[in-house]
């Protein structure tokens, strides 16, 4: 038997789905950056990398915490309020 999933909570995970897939094409922006950077440049530029990186992994956390969440409620073993979202790092 499929489970009903509350609209709310499918749309919380394309959103957050979404700000993943952009925090990842800026950790590949911010590594281009690094990697073509001139000598005096480089320290700042890894930095920049690292925080993207960071913040990669910040949004990647809240979208597995929203699929856990759908999972639990699609397997009874939890029954969210409508419009409960994954808390986001």
Do not use: N
């Not at 590594?31 to 992994?57: C, G, I, Q, V």
């Amino acid at each position: 038997m499929i489970a009903a999933v509350c609209p709310d909570l499918v749309d919380t995970l394309i959103e957050l789905y979404c700000d993943w897939r952009t925090e990842c094409a800026q950790v590949q922006a911010a590594y281009e950056r690094f990697s073509d950077a001139e000598p005096d440049d480089r320290t700042l530029t890894f930095a920049a990398y690292a925080a993207a990186l960071d913040r990669e992994e910040s949004a990647c956390e809240s979208y597995a915490a929203q699929i856990r969440l759908i999972e639990q409620w699609c397997s009874g073993s939890g029954t969210p309020s409508r419009g409960r979202k994954a808390q986001r790092a």
